[in-house]
């Protein structure tokens, strides 16, 4: 099982980024997938989710409104659309199942967000 997340980068406060998640090793298209972010030292928490056949997502509280959780199952790839982006969305972000069970973290992709 491997993810390899990318698009991060550097963007000043209110500004986009589309992150993408390529996933190999797993039926992706059986399982409800998410993104998580996390803040050195911090735990990793929660961000969007999104069920196997992409009809029902969900987001953290302090992203709701600017952030949307999409899928791919042909390429099995897994997106997040961030806009309006805030100082306090700066985190790595990864891309597991929404489980309680999940496989081994991808490296992430760094978002700064910074003026």
């Known amino acids: 099982v491997q993810f390899v997340e990318s698009g991060g980068g550097l963007v000043q406060p209110g500004g986009s980024l589309r992150l993408s998640c390529a996933v190999s090793?797993?039926?992706?298209?059986?399982?409800?997938m998410a993104w998580y972010r996390q803040v050195s030292g911090q735990v990793r928490e929660l961000v969007a989710s999104?069920?196997?056949?992409?009809?029902?997502?969900t987001y953290a509280d302090p992203v709701k409104g600017r952030f949307t959780i999409s899928r791919d199952d042909v390429s099995k790839t897994l997106y997040l659309q961030m806009n309006s982006l805030k100082t306090e969305d700066t985190a790595v972000y990864y891309c597991?199942?929404?489980?309680?069970?999940?496989?081994?973290w991808g490296q992430g992709t760094q978002v700064t967000v910074a003026s």
């Open positions: 597991n199942r929404h489980s309680q069970v999940k496989y081994t």
């Open positions: 999104i069920t196997r056949s992409g009809a029902s997502t």
């Open positions: 090793g797993f039926a992706f298209g059986v399982y409800d």
